[in-house]
């Protein structure tokens, strides 16, 4: 048994049922989106679990604020810990971005007969890379700058200035996620339209999941910083989003020079 006297570097986390219920709720969230998929009919069962994980996720994250916040359980091994393991998940990001540059080089250095020999495929006609692409690497890389910079603030003691940053990041965020649906609306070809349209759609669009998540990420960020939860020495919610954001805006170099411009 633990002494409950002695103090321990590493955080024992206190029992708790929100794993399991997340776990159970991705799996009826994956069911749902397979019907949704083969019936194009998305029914109040499918909301209903969609609002309900929602309402779980909120309730851990709650837990998970007040033993790092307010309960000083997350040391500083923790915090290294954790540090890794975000580590080892952008590496896990990196090489499931790799298998799509995989597929596409290898699609393009030897294209089939299927494919007319050539590449784009017959009869697609691929996005101009100096049009929407051109203008997203730019809100991409501004949004890059701008959240390094309100790091940079935070670590300075100025935290309105911090805040106002970070603001921006999320507008640019927003943005270019704007773009992006307004270049899938006009585009085309779809993602049925052979390989090319296959690679191009799943490569674009899980990067644009990414930029979704990215933002969500640095606006709870910003919630919190409103509520003064983040310190000059203690943000480590912040700086897993400026990580996070930094390897989003890596990746879309990657696809902007391979996918959109190579490919052009």
Known sequence: MKDKNKFFYFHLVDPSPWPVYISLLILSLMISLYNFMQTQYWNMMNLTILLVFLFTFSFWSRDILRESTFQGNHTLKVLNLLKFGLILFIISEIMFFLSFFWTFFH???????????????????????FGIPLLNTLILISSGVSITYSHHMMLNFNFNLSLVWVFITILLGLYFTFLQFLEYKFSSFSIMDSVYGSIFFMSTGFHGLHVIIGTSLILFSLSR??????????????????????????????????IYWWGF
């Open 107 to 129: 699609s393009s250095f030897n294209p089939n007969l299927e494919l007319g020999n050539s590449w784009p495929s017959w009869g697609i006609q691929a996005i101009n890379p």
């Open 225 to 258: 910083m409103m509520m003064n939860h983040f310190s000059y020495s203690h943000h480590l919610m912040f700086e897993f989003a400026c990580w996070y954001w930094h390897f989003v805006d890596l990746i879309w170099l990657f696809l902007f020079i391979f």
